[in-house]
């Protein structure tokens, strides 16, 4: 009886940290679910990845979606200070976890926000509800890039350089440019 219990909550807790995919994940481009890696082209129905769409006054300006093995790749060029850096911003300054509404930080809702970014975790067709989802507002990014090493800015920033050459595709200026939070 207790072991049968037991194993309800189990399930229960594993059942409350995996979820569909919300809309806001979706790819503006193809109109559905992001299905290959930016980086390495991948599939990405059998693998765990993230995805980080980037907003500017109510447009995407960037979105992509990497694999776990390729924001691996990318995580372990970021230098050692930079990644404890971003650990102890988010922990220090994370008020309000788990919404799509609000910055995670400030927690000042979307609706008032001109820029941020959202960033949410996946395996194949389900959303992990684990640490994130999250939003970040640009001025909370800001804060957090003053903390990071300038290697570890310029690879971020190369990193967008590298995918996305070329301004994008819209006449809304970016007052700076927001760092993908991949940590
Ligand atoms: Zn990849
Ligand atoms: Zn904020």
Redesign the pocket.
């Known amino acids: 009886m207790f072991f049968r219990f037991l194993q309800k909550k189990i399930n229960d807790f594993w059942a409350s940290k995996f979820g569909p995919i919300p809309p806001e994940f979706h790819s503006l481009e193809t109109d559905g679910p992001f299905r290959h890696c930016l980086d390495c082209g991948g599939s990405l129905l059998f693998t765990q990845y993230l995805i980080e769409k980037i907003y500017s006054n109510g447009e995407v300006i960037y979105e992509y979606a990497l694999c776990v093995e390729c924001a691996k790749k990318l995580r372990e060029e970021l230098s050692r200070e930079s990644k404890k850096a971003i650990k102890r911003y988010l922990r220090r300054n994370r008020t309000v976890k788990q919404t799509l509404e609000a ?1 995670t ?2 927690r ?1 809702p979307k609706e008032e926000l001109p820029s941020y970014q959202i960033i949410g975790q996946f395996s194949g067709e389900e959303m992990l509800n684990w640490n994130l989802p999250m939003l ?2 640009e ?2 990014v800001d804060g957090l890039a003053e903390h990071l090493s300038k290697q570890t800015r310029d690879r971020l920033d190369g990193f967008l350089d590298e995918h996305f050459p070329g301004p994008p595709e819209m006449d809304v200026p970016l007052p700076t440019r927001s760092r993908p939070v991949l940590i």
């Open positions: 910055c930080c400030c000042l970040i507002c001025p909370c």
